[in-house]
């Protein structure tokens, strides 16, 4: 069954309202049309999915459509699910273009960005240059719960490095389940067991790729344009998922940010930012510093480090920071760190943070001081006793690099 041509926006409109009249209608909290690769070996393993775009709490009205053109297919959405997965076909694509047609003039830059989409697509097909019911799959989500499938771990993985979902929001349980290890050269997945079947004839062709790594998640690079204020001088530092605030600056060396985790804004970052951990705006992450993650020693709490602090080079923090804080270079603050502070200091410190509910002793756990603001953690270089004074210190990035 094919969709007339829609002429009016309000024909559109009434399309739209149709469709999403459908018995059991769901408006997704995110959904797309995914490119995929599949398995050189095994077809039907798919190694990587990839969104021209990501529509994460927005343009309902394209889903609805998407759903009505896949209905005209004779594919009925399952809406009971939490997430739907399904290839699509030419008639798909022809269907989808005919109902956007009162808009199909505008749809350039910026603009409906899902029909340039399927137009793309539609091109590709009618080329015959590509299969698209084997290259291309709409994915829908309507439930954020753990992802079933490779292509919506993709479309979170999308949403969160785009920041259009916070960090720490989506259900990404079971996400290194759903991915495949495999060997990325360049953008292209390679299985390994196709790899090693294949070792001798490419080798002796002169044709065995260049791998840059074996992982189950690509580069962040390979899939996000980032902000023209933000550098990234080794595209091996940040996975997919990651998120970087505009001006964010990653260095090379033992800089590195794993996904569902990142900045909230100019940041310069020189160690390492493990997963879920954030670090505000105008904070120094310096060089070999490391902000655990939830898998290594937080007892499964993520960190937050506030705005304008400086991580000092080889220092390991796994508690959260407020604002304004110093952890000097070497020191390692833990929640079980035993932390020295005299009354002087616990009265500034208290000072600066009111809500405070301390009272007044020798030695703190460094639990007890989490999330504070204002705190410069030292180390004795005779005692070799971990110390906490009010940081009388602003740190502050060079603005000329970020």
């Known amino acids: 069954m094919v969709i007339k041509s829609i002429k009016t926006v309000d024909e559109f409109k009434i399309f739209v309202s149709e469709a999403e009249s459908i018995d059991g209608y769901k408006k997704p909290i995110g959904f797309g049309i995914a490119r995929v690769d599949r398995g050189q070996k095994n077809s039907d393993k798919i190694l990587q999915a990839t969104y021209p775009v990501t529509n994460w709490n927005e343009n309902f009205g394209s889903a609805a459509v998407f759903v009505a053109s896949l209905k005209n297919c004779g594919v009925d959405v399952d809406f009971s699910g939490s997430e ?102 360049g953008n292209m997945p390679i299985e390994l067991e196709w790899l090693r079947e294949n070792e001798i004839a490419l080798k002796v062709d002169g044709m065995y790729p260049e791998i840059s790594s074996v992982d189950k998640f690509p580069r962040f690079l ?98 959260p920071l407020g604002d304004g804080c110093i952890v000097d270079a070497g020191v390692t603050i833990l929640a079980g760190t035993k932390v020295v502070i005299d009354t002087d200091e616990f009265n500034k410190i208290k000072e600066a ?30 005692s070799g006793e971990i110390k906490a004074f009010r940081s009388t210190r602003e740190v502050k990035l060079n603005e000329e690099l970020h």
């Open 84 to 185: 739907f997965v399904t290839s699509i076909s030419k008639d798909f694509l022809q269907n989808t273009i005919n109902a956007f047609a009162p808009y199909a003039d505008e749809a350039e830059g910026d603009k409906h960005k899902n029909i340039q989409v399927v137009k793309s697509i539609l091109e590709l097909a009618e080329s015959d240059v590509i299969d698209v019911e084997d290259a291309f799959k709409v994915v829908f989500v309507f439930e954020d719960d753990a992802p079933k499938t490779v292509e919506t771990v993709y479309l979170k993985l999308y949403a969160l490095s785009l920041q259009k979902a916070p960090l720490r929001s989506l259900n990404l349980n079971g996400a290194f389940g759903q991915l495949h290890n495999v060997a990325w050269s």
């Open 222 to 319: 390979q899939h996000i344009i980032p902000a023209d204020n933000t550098r990234i001088l080794d595209a091996s530092k940040v996975r997919m998922g990651a998120q970087l605030a505009p001006g964010t600056t990653v260095m090379p060396g033992a800089s590195y940010i794993n996904f569902n985790a990142g900045t909230q804004g100019p940041v310069m970052v020189e160690g390492r930012i493990s997963s879920s951990a954030i670090v505000g705006s105008g904070s120094d992450v310096g060089g070999g510093a490391s902000i655990l993650g939830v898998l290594s020693g937080t007892d499964g709490n993520p960190i937050s480090i506030g705005e304008n602090t400086l991580l000092g080079a080889n220092s390991v923090t796994g508690l």
């Open 353 to 382: 943070n009111p809500d405070w509910n301390a009272t007044d002793t020798d030695i703190f756990k460094g639990k007890t001081l989490a999330g504070l603001n204002g705190i410069h953690f030292r180390q004795d270089s005779i």
